[in-house]
Structure formats: structure tokens, C-alpha cells
């Protein structure tokens, strides 16, 4: 039986969950600003006690690896990282927008039409992909200032469900008839199970000592106003 950590941090949820041969039975998370360095190694502690598990007793760890917050999947990766040196364990990396659109499909089965996870940028840029049913990928991940014109011929096509912290600002451009949008969250670790249990399943482990999150873009360290006229 595959006992897999899943760490979740891409975004502004902080989630924890562990799963036994691809199915969830122990999950904790929690949404808000800042939230990933003080609650990852408490949550993580929790889902394994929750579980009645040892840390020994994992067989992997696996950890979204982007796109998304550039401080969050630094935390989640390092996190994970740390995990794996300490425990002799592999290393399974999960792609953030796969494992949102996994989980839609999983609360939502019987759907046929497109999935286009959003994960927020800034102003109208979201982080994005468009996956079929199958989960295969149709448009592959971008980072995409959203307009009227985003989507359109697939749109004119094909119904597509829009989901995630990035798609409640779209909604106002996107009015297409086939546009949908869910604002259920799926940015959880529990929505990792099947994509994980799949990637151990063929071994499909990280290099520990190499392995970098996606960060889509390079992370810029802007200035304040104060700061520019002190500067």
C-alpha cells in the first residue's frame, strides 16, 4: 500500500493531505494571506497523526509544483525537499493547473466539456492551461493577460468551466454562452492522490538535490514608492 504526503502551496491555501494506494484519508488546509510558514509542518503533523502513521511509514512525498505564488511553492518545494533527505523517501512533483483540473473532474465525473484552471497573477494575468475531460492538454501552460477575445475559438466550440483564484476576475470579460465558471476551491492536496499514485506507480521520482519549482515567470523584488525616493 503507497502511502503518499501531498503538500499544496501554490496558492493562498496552505493544504496538507495524505492518500493510501490514490485515495484521500486525512487531509487539513486553510485559506488566507501568509499562511504556509507557520502552518505547513503543523498541518503536516497533524494529517499523519490523523492517519495513525509514523513519518517512517511514508513511502513518498509528493508537492504542486507550480505555476503559482513564488513564496508559497518555496516553502511547499524546501518543505517537501527536507522531507525526503530526512526520511530517505522519493520525491513526486504534481503540476498545480493538472491537479486543479483533476479535482474538478473528480466532483464533477459525468462532465464532457473543456476544464481551464486559473491560478491569479496580477491585474487581468492568470496562470493557465486548457485540458480536456481525458486530462490531456490542450493548450499548455501560459501566463495570459485575459480579454474578451481569450479562448474564443474554443469557446465557440466547446463549453469550458473556468476555475480557481484567477477566474472570479475573468468572468466580467468571459461572457461567452459556453463560459462556465465554479468557485469551488481546487487547490487542494487531497485533489493529488490519483495524479501521485500514478507517478509512483512508474517511478516517476524527482532528483531531490535539483528539483525546482515552476515558477512560470522569474520573481522580480519590486520597490516601494519610500523606498525608490530613498533609494
Not at 125 to 152: C, M, Q
Request: hydrophobic fraction near 45%; glycine fraction near 6%.
Amino acid at each position: 500500500m503507497a502511502k503518499i504526503l501531498q503538500i499544496e502551496t501554490a496558492t493562498a491555501v496552505c493544504s496538507v493531505a495524505l492518500s493510501i494506494n490514490g485515495e484521500t484519508i486525512s487531509v487539513k488546509e486553510e485559506q488566507g494571506q501568509n499562511l504556509h510558514a507557520a502552518n505547513l509542518t503543523l498541518f503536516i503533523d497533524e494529517v499523519i497523526k490523523a492517519a495513525g502513521l509514523s513519518y517512517s511509514e511514508l513511502d513518498a512525498i509528493a508537492v504542486s509544483k507550480g505555476p503559482g505564488s513564488y513564496t508559497g511553492l518555496r516553502i511547499g518545494v524546501s518543505t517537501a525537499k527536507g522531507l525526503c533527505y530526512a526520511l530517505d523517501k522519493p520525491l513526486i512533483a504534481v503540476e498545480t493547473l493538472e491537479m486543479m483540473a483533476a479535482g474538478f473532474l473528480a466532483e464533477n465525473p459525468a462532465y464532457s466539456g473543456l476544464i481551464c484552471p486559473m491560478i491569479d497573477a496580477r491585474r487581468m494575468e492568470v496562470y493557465t492551461s486548457v485540458f480536456a475531460s481525458s486530462l490531456n492538454v490542450l493548450l499548455p501552460t501560459e501566463a495570459k493577460i485575459i480579454d474578451e477575445t481569450s479562448f474564443a475559438d474554443l469557446l465557440s466550440q466547446h463549453p469550458i468551466t473556468f476555475l480557481g483564484d484567477g477566474a472570479a476576475k475573468c468572468a466580467e470579460v468571459l461572457t461567452q454562452q459556453n463560459a462556465k465558471f465554479d468557485s469551488a476551491n481546487f487547490n487542494s492536496a487531497a485533489y493529488m492522490s490519483k495524479l501521485a499514485i500514478h507517478a509512483f506507480d512508474n517511478s516517476d521520482f524527482e532528483d531531490v538535490a535539483y528539483f525546482e519549482p515552476f515558477y512560470l515567470k522569474d520573481f522580480v523584488v519590486t520597490q516601494s514608492k519610500k523606498q525608490q525616493a530613498q533609494g
